[in-house]
């Protein structure tokens, strides 16, 4: 109603000066009986009355549906039995129909290129298996560091894969309830490469051996890989270890990623979890794309674990996650 009221302001001030102007110009006529200008003003009032009733009953599903907080924008209603209020709803309806056009061909569009990224990712990690498998009898530096080099391109071509599934994450995501230390210890037994390389062993400590957690598996061992990778890239030369525990705190499961690196400066901190930023870190260090941890914040979102990190440094770098029992 108030949305009503205010739409038709400006023709009741309109009415109002009409009476008042009449009133004055029969005044000046010599028509000085009061009973004659209230008259002419009461029929004003009744006649646009009358005209804003007919207006409300024609176009009160229209303001309905304006004022409504509900989210209606997929779905349109009869918005009424007006000249203007039909005239509207066949043009939102086109506007629909067009933009609902343009999302189905987006979604094919980001379908079709996460398909061919995938295709594409799977095909690079042939070569890389021929190339481990002929070098795996070798031990000298230089093919430790090609063992390094690979390990970055698994890295890279493991971003890009889950970069192009995030724009599908809602149709490839499965949430269950399952035991958190045999998922850690594949995770540590599959990323153990990992640690040879970089000389940094993770040390695991669980408080209690039978607790579970809700998430989905396939995205949040991406997520703790990317954290695992960060740690052991900025620790290595400096410290040989980086801690993981698990405990149970009241309703919620808390796992602790603890490395004893380089750390995080304090100007970085902020835009860490941005896209593409690598920070003084990964300018010296040449080794950040900057799309790790923002990886990790936007699948943590999105499957609603919340998180925490701890910085310092020259002492290291803390990085929590809060699951749902």
Known sequence: MKLFLRSHLALGLTVIAQGVFTWIYLWFLGFQGWEHALYVILMQVLFIFGYLSY??????????WIASEEDGTRIVPNLGNSFFSKALQQRILAEKSASDK?????????????????????QMKTPISVIQLMIKDYDDPVFQDI????????????TVLYSSR???????YFIESFAIQPFMQNLIKENKRLFFQ???YPNITMEQEELSITSDQKWLKFVIEQILANAV???????DKLDIKVEAQSEQVKLTI???????????????????????NGRKYHESTGMGLYLVKEILDKLTHEFSMETKVNEGTSFCIYFEV
Request: zero cysteines; aromatic letters at 16%.
């Open 233 to 239: 890239k900025y620790s290595t030369k400096k410290s």
């Open 198 to 200: 970089f000389g940094v």
């Open 258 to 280: 603890t490395d004893y690196g380089i750390g995080i400066p304090d100007q970085d901190r902020r835009r860490v979890f941005e896209p593409y930023f690598t920070g003084v």
């Open 147 to 158: 063992r390094k080099e690979i390990f970055r391109l698994e890295e890279g071509l493991k």
């Open 55 to 64: 207006r409300w009953m024609e176009e009160y599903k229209l303001y309905k």
């Open 166 to 172: 995030l724009s599908l994450f809602e149709k490839d």
């Open 102 to 122: 343009k999302i189905i061909e987006s979604e094919a569009v980001v379908k079709e290129r996460a398909t061919f990224m995938n295709q594409w990712v799977h």
